[in-house]
């Protein structure tokens, strides 16, 4: 790990400690949210080692905590986490070519480790930026996933200390940038809000989450008009 670290840049090290730390206040929140919605304060500890996935793991408790069923609570984690098949196509080479280094690295893959590995040029950067960014963040995660089910344990409401809204303010400050610069992304974002919106009065809890992917629709490209000289049937 010391050698991977030497070979990060500055300027990478610097981001992947300020991520670090954000992760650790938006794990300390979903501990904290968990032992107030009823789990034992071990459970989102394990839940984070074998799962280490934030929003999947949010999904699974808030639905379970609204009164959702196991199986929209699981569906909707499984369809969240379904954009990894992609992620780790286009990462199997930075992972490693044998099988041991391509199962860990599948588990530490998440978003950010993706997004900061292929901004890297350079294979050999990029896998020490893989690398280093999965170790860092699992590591964060779960010792903030150990604070805030402690400290839920004290509180009781997360709200006191504003942790329930930790994991959505992440969130949007993840994607705002891309609302911001691409007008197909937003108008899918608003449409599935939408859609979810519509749908929460009138369907058990985790189900208007899974309707929400609909807003999807809006980014199938539209069909591309015919030439001028291409054949009309008759």
Do not use: Y
């Not at 369809?79 to 391509?102: C, E, K």
């Not at 604070?147 to 994607?175: C, E, K, T, Y």
């Amino acid at each position: 790990m010391r050698s991977i670290w030497r070979t990060l840049t500055p300027t990478l090290r610097r981001d992947l400690l300020a991520l670090a730390g954000a992760i650790t206040v938006v794990g300390a929140s979903f501990g904290a949210i968990a032992v107030a919605a009823g789990l034992p304060w071990w459970m989102p500890s394990v839940l984070s080692v074998l799962v280490f996935a934030g929003g999947s793991q949010f999904m699974v408790v808030g639905v379970v905590a609204a009164g959702g069923g196991l199986v929209a609570a699981v569906l909707g984690a499984l369809v969240l986490n379904a954009r990894h098949l992609p992620f780790g196509l286009a990462l199997g080479d930075i992972m490693g070519r044998g099988w041991p280094a391509r199962l860990l690295g599948s588990h530490l893959m998440i978003d950010e480790s993706v997004a900061f590995a292929m901004a890297q040029k350079e294979p050999r950067r990029a896998r020490a930026v893989f690398w280093a960014c999965g170790v860092a963040l699992f590591v964060s995660w779960n010792v903030g996933t150990i604070v805030g089910a402690l400290a839920g344990r004290v509180i009781g409401d997360p709200g006191a200390l504003g942790l329930d809204a930790a994991f959505p303010a992440a969130l949007l400050a993840l994607v705002l940038p891309s609302l911001r610069k691409a007008p197909r992304a937003r108008n899918a974002a608003l449409l599935g809000a939408a859609i979810a919106l519509a749908a929460t009065p009138f369907l058990p809890a985790g189900v208007p989450v899974l309707l929400a992917l609909g807003g999807l629709v809006v980014l199938i490209p539209a069909p591309a008009p015919a030439s001028a000289d291409e054949e009309v049937p008759a």
